[in-house]
């Protein structure tokens, strides 16, 4: 599933590329782009707490979707908000792994993969 969601997050990067040259208005896929973003954030903190040893991997995959997306202004902040919002909300809760983070963390992993595969079909080249 990791690998999977892994995948779709890059088929993402490159298909959704920048698409827009007015980034004041929202992109029809910001919504589900946010919450990708918050997911990321969230992975990036329990992955770490329950001992994946991935460094800076989901840091690094937010990094690449900032990226390819190329999000100025109010737009980048939003994103980058989420991801924040994410790896904060998680930090406040989960000191160590417990079941309830292992069970968030493979649910992010499908919501995650599900939204990089829906914005991928329905936006992307």
């Not at 954030?41 to 994946?52: F, I, S, W």
């Not at 991935?54 to 109010?74: C, F, N, T, V, Y």
């Not at 993969?113 to 991928?120: Q, V």
Request: proline share 4%; aromatic share 8%.
């Amino acid at each position: 599933m990791k690998r999977l969601f892994v995948l779709a997050l890059t088929l993402l990067c490159f298909a959704a590329g920048p698409v827009r040259a007015d980034d004041a208005a929202p992109a029809p896929f910001d919504r589900d782009l946010q919450r990708l973003a918050e997911i990321l954030g969230a992975l990036h903190y329990l992955r770490h707490v329950c001992g994946a040893h991935e460094g800076q991997k989901w840091r690094d995959e937010m990094q690449q979707l900032i990226d390819a997306e190329a999000p100025s202004g109010d737009r980048r902040r939003r994103i980058v908000a989420s991801f924040n919002r994410g790896f904060q909300g998680f930090q406040q809760t989960y000191r160590t792994c417990t079941p309830a983070a292992d069970l968030a963390i493979r649910r992010y992993l499908e919501e995650g993969a599900r939204i990089s595969r829906d914005i991928t079909a329905r936006y992307g080249n």
